[in-house]
């Protein structure tokens, strides 16, 4: 059964910094990995979308990264700003016949002004 | 290229009674899915519709929840009874071609609150 895991729960950091959000699936053969990010209230809005075949995209200040072997994935925002306040979602589809997601809990990310 | 649509946005119903979720997806995706997050729980998937017809149902909770998706183009979610445990947010995404390729969009989900 896949599981998927995402440290820290929490994050807190002045405006203008990197940081880095951690995702780690306990089942390697996944299809595509997805990071989402959900304000409060919100939907979820999709940042991007990782192949199995790929090891990163780019969208902007977004990087994210895949090592499907090792099960890790990383999202790097540059340079954050006040208004990346919100919760960010890791999923993975394994693939199969209907490539559902699992998703881990989340970090809640504030930046500071 | 309209996205996802979900109504209502909110719904507070008594413990007993019924309530009806609906969604429409993005024009053209044949693959629909429901996912529910309840309070401090991660995200799970309850089922996936391909066209009409039920492709994956191991999600949902119990024979109160019933699935529909008539013709293939909207769903609607109904849960009768509803109980408390029930409440959480409801969320409903499409996919382009089922493979996952383009990956999936969401919703805004529907806040049902159970009281």
């Known amino acids: 059964k896949q599981e998927v895991t995402q440290i820290p729960a929490a994050l807190s950091v002045p405006e203008g910094e990197n940081l880095v959000l951690n995702c780690s699936f306990t089942?390697?053969?996944?299809?595509?990995l997805q990071w989402f990010r959900q304000d409060p209230g919100k939907g979820l809005t999709s940042l991007l979308l990782?192949?199995?075949?790929?090891r990163e995209q780019t969208s902007g200040r977004l990087n994210a990264s895949l090592d499907k072997s090792s099960g890790r994935s990383t999202l790097y925002i540059a340079a954050s700003q006040p208004g990346d306040s919100a919760t960010y979602l890791c999923?993975?589809?394994?693939?199969?016949?209907?490539?559902?997601?699992?998703f881990g809990k989340g970090t809640l990310l504030t930046v500071n002004p | 290229e309209a996205g996802v649509t979900q109504f209502p946005s909110h719904s507070v119903i008594e413990k007993g009674q019924t309530v009806t979720l609906r969604c429409d997806p993005i024009?053209?995706?044949?693959?629909l899915y429901w996912y529910r997050r309840v309070m401090g729980k991660e995200i799970k998937f309850l089922l996936h519709?391909?066209?009409?017809?039920?492709?994956?149902e191991s999600g949902m909770p119990n024979n109160r929840f019933l699935a529909e998706r008539t013709g293939g183009t909207y769903s609607t979610l109904k849960v009768q009874p509803a109980e408390l445990e029930d409440s959480g947010v409801y969320f409903c995404?499409?996919?382009?071609?089922?493979?996952?390729?383009?990956?999936?969009?969401f919703g805004s989900g529907t806040r049902l609150t159970v009281v």
């Open positions: 089942d390697s053969a996944i299809y595509n």
């Open positions: 999923a993975v589809s394994s693939g199969g016949s209907n490539y559902k997601l699992t």
């Open positions: 990782i192949q199995s075949s790929q």
């Open positions: 519709f391909v066209k009409e017809s039920k492709q994956d």
């Open positions: 995404a499409s996919s382009l071609l089922g493979t996952g390729q383009f990956g999936y969009t």
């Open positions: 024009s053209g995706h044949d693959n």
